[in-house]
């Protein structure tokens, strides 16, 4: 079982700075990938940011050149720098890992989401 709990969301004028805040938590289990997504209102969420274990990462087209991913592994925290804001990045965003969970001597692979924090760009 693991749990995320993500932070950082908030109000911030277009130009302006954001970093957001995902840590993992629970017992048996090893971090895969992680992401990040937003939802825009009446959507489905999308892909902002993913980083492999490996320090692999990929970026949206929307958000390439702005936005930074990265992680701590010691802490199995995960981070989004937010740059240059533009009013249309205004969304509901998610951290989500794909893990390893060993549960009895069979990893299983499986996916986690946080709660989701809100992040408002004002032009």
């Known amino acids: 079982q693991v749990q995320l709990v993500e932070s950082g969301g908030g109000l911030v004028q277009a130009g302006g700075s954001l970093r957001l805040s995902c840590a993992a938590s629970?017992?048996?289990?090893?971090?895969?990938?992680m992401g990040w997504y937003r939802q825009f209102p009446a959507k489905q969420r999308d892909l902002v940011a993913r980083i492999s274990s490996d320090g692999n990462t990929n970026y949206a087209d929307s958000v390439k050149g702005r936005f930074t991913i990265s992680r701590d592994n010691a802490n199995n925290t995960m981070y989004l720098q937010m740059n240059r804001l533009k009013p249309e990045d205004t969304a509901v965003y998610y951290c989500?890992?794909?893990?390893?969970?060993?549960?009895?001597?069979?990893?299983?692979?499986?996916?986690?989401w946080g709660q989701g924090t809100q992040v408002t760009v004002s032009s």
């Open positions: 629970g017992s048996r289990f090893s971090i895969n990938a």
């Open positions: 989500s890992v794909l893990v390893s969970e060993r549960l009895g001597a069979i990893p299983i692979p499986k996916v986690y």
